[in-house]
């Protein structure tokens, strides 16, 4: 579930902590999680209180998504800092630390330059070794070294299967510096592409996402979609939306996510599921 306030116009938009409680009530087998939670938008130890809840409440089904934030209007729409980048990189280092903290056993202590615990036991505790920690980000010098630091998953921006490699070949150094084998994390990747049975619905699909991220000069419908293509974004019907899959996957992508509208799910139910599994 995205964490934003706002991204461009203001749309009604319910807090996705608010979502995920209902999902670990309403829901049996799904994973579900922030993708991802800014570390300036909650104080950590809120964050580390509600995920260590909502993955008790889910039987073990949440994964806690974080990042460093990227839409300043946000934070200054509602009057939250928003201190530069390395700072952010900083306290986000902090914040899974914290965290990790109040999920052991006893009382939680930390002393950080941005935050602190002085002792609490924060009740119920998650499950050993819960949650994981998805760390979504292409940056190569602080993001991957995190991921590889503290991160279950990887959560890649739009990127195309040579550039994912190169950034998957970065992550594993990173994990050999530190010790780590690299298989022990998931890639995951978030597509923006407008997808469809038809193109009737391809072309709905790139309309309202040109209405929402507006390119920067005037272009077709069909360049729109040539555009995000090129950045990553998986585009077009089943047969497109297949061979996409496969080539993440050859280049090392575990799970494709896909932005929510109305049929989507159906659609990749009905139509793709089955060809991507036989990948």
Same mark, same amino acid.
């Given at each position: 579930?995205g964490d934003h306030f706002f991204v461009g116009p203001f749309l009604d938009s319910y ?8 999902? &670990?009530?309403?829901? *049996? ?6 993708? +991802? ?11 580390? *209180?509600?995920? $260590? ?9 949440? +994964?806690?998504?974080?990042?460093? /934030?990227?839409?300043?209007?946000? %934070?200054? $729409? @509602?009057?939250?800092? @928003? ?6 990189? !900083? *306290? ?21 330059? =941005? =935050?602190?615990?002085?002792?609490? !036991? ?13 760390? /979504?980000?292409?940056?190569?010098? *602080? ?7 503290y991160g279950s998953e990887w959560s890649a921006p739009g990127l195309s299967p040579d ?13 050999? %510096?530190?010790?780590?084998?690299p298989a022990e994390i998931r890639c995951s990747m978030l597509s923006m592409g407008p ?7 391809? !072309? ?48 090392? +992508?575990?799970? $494709? ?11 990749? &139910?009905?139509?793709?599921? &089955? ?5």
């Amino acid at each position: 579930v995205g964490d934003h306030f706002f991204v461009g116009p203001f749309l009604d938009s319910y807090d996705p902590y608010l979502l995920m409680a209902l999902a &670990a009530r309403e829901t *049996r087998t799904i994973t579900f999680g922030p993708l +991802v939670t800014p570390v300036m938008f909650r104080e950590p130890w809120i964050v580390g *209180r509600w995920a $260590a809840q909502i993955d008790l409440l889910s039987g073990g089904r949440f +994964v806690m998504g974080l990042g460093v /934030g990227w839409q300043e209007a946000e %934070h200054a $729409a @509602y009057g939250i800092p @928003y201190p530069p980048l390395r700072e952010r990189f !900083d *306290r986000l280092e902090e914040m899974i630390l914290l965290m990790k903290q109040m999920w052991q056993p006893g009382p939680g202590q930390f002393a950080g330059k =941005y =935050y602190q615990l002085n002792g609490p !036991d924060s009740l119920p505790k998650p499950a050993e070794g819960r949650p994981p920690i998805l760390i /979504g980000g292409g940056g190569e010098r *602080r993001t991957l070294k995190l991921v590889a630091r503290y991160g279950s998953e990887w959560s890649a921006p739009g990127l195309s299967p040579d550039e994912l490699r190169r950034k998957l070949e970065v992550l594993a150094g990173h994990c050999e %510096h530190v010790g780590r084998n690299p298989a022990e994390i998931r890639c995951s990747m978030l597509s923006m592409g407008p997808i469809g049975a038809t193109a009737t619905e391809i !072309d709905a699909a790139t309309q309202q996402q040109m209405e929402r991220t507006p390119p920067a000069t005037e272009m077709s419908l069909a360049d729109y979609r040539a555009v995000l293509k090129e950045r990553g974004g998986i585009v077009g019907g089943v047969e497109e939306i297949v061979d996409s899959l496969g080539r993440l996957a050859e280049a090392g +992508v575990n799970e $494709a996510l896909f932005v929510y509208a109305p049929g989507v799910p159906e659609f990749l &139910a009905s139509e793709v599921l &089955a060809k991507a599994a036989a990948l």
